[in-house]
């Protein structure tokens, strides 16, 4: 407890990854949750399987 | 607002993903919600990550 | 195959849901999807549990 | 882009999820994500609802 | 590692949950999880949540 | 109905998951639920992209 699943765009370095790991586990300590408790998975979309407004976001936007 | 998560079998097209992405924001536009207000994700689900009556769906048809 | 999960804000009746069950199902099987091939599950989120740009969605708007 | 979904156990209080949702988007800001582009849904889990080691969270421990 | 989410029809006993979260549990024991690593979340959709081939499970059923 | 996810760390071969979805499956029917209406999908999470107590499951562990 508690369990978080982040779905993002494909593309994130492993660095980046650790930072948002970091920074979410860190924000649950901040209301009491021990650290360890703090379980994460992050999902890696691809573009074409992301869409916003109803296109893909591997579709070129129009002008 | 709103989250939309489909999990599906892997190997639809990106046109096929097109029509499903455009499909389902439409459907929100007609109950109020603005387009632009609408993200999807898609999850490409290999067969063997999928069963329905604990088989999976990589596993051949029982005759 | 598939299922869809919708994360949307509580408050949506039960007519806007079965637009919304009925658009998104019609959707898939424009793309070769049999209509009872295709589940739906709606999270009703309180808008005291959704949050865009770092505010949960119960708070007043800044001017 | 991105989406977090928190699942965590019921009673929190609004302001420890205002502490949640800073913290998660302040994360993302961190790695060059727009804040507005950060959605997150919370979804409150009553004890009953969450196992951990095969036993309810509201299951008294043993001894 | 590793998490399990259980989308279901709301109206389940909580002595029928304890069934599930243990036979899920000793599961993943079989492939040498340990069970302390099994951490589940059961979600109970309520049945106008829910769709079934573009009807909601709480519609009735054509006869 | 119902509908499960399962988020482990990618590497199980498919013999491992063919226990796992009969398991899951014969837990459900225990409850009285028939075996064709249980879904399950499972996501393979890499260990870079899953985290326990801040820290990626592909980091080396502190001594």
Redesign the interface.
């Known amino acids: 407890?508690?369990?978080?699943?982040?779905?993002?765009?494909d593309g994130?370095t492993?660095d980046?990854?650790?930072?948002?790991?970091?920074?979410?586990?860190?924000?649950?300590v901040?209301?009491g949750v021990p650290?360890?408790?703090?379980?994460?998975?992050?999902?890696?979309?691809p573009k074409?399987?992301?869409?916003?407004?109803?296109?893909?976001?591997?579709?070129p936007k129009s002008p």
């Open positions: 407890m508690p369990f978080i699943i982040v779905e993002m765009w994130r492993v980046q990854k650790k930072i948002v790991v970091e920074g979410i586990t860190a924000t649950f901040k209301i650290a360890e408790a703090v379980h994460i998975a992050i999902h890696d979309v074409h399987n992301w869409a916003d407004g109803g296109k893909l976001a591997s579709e």
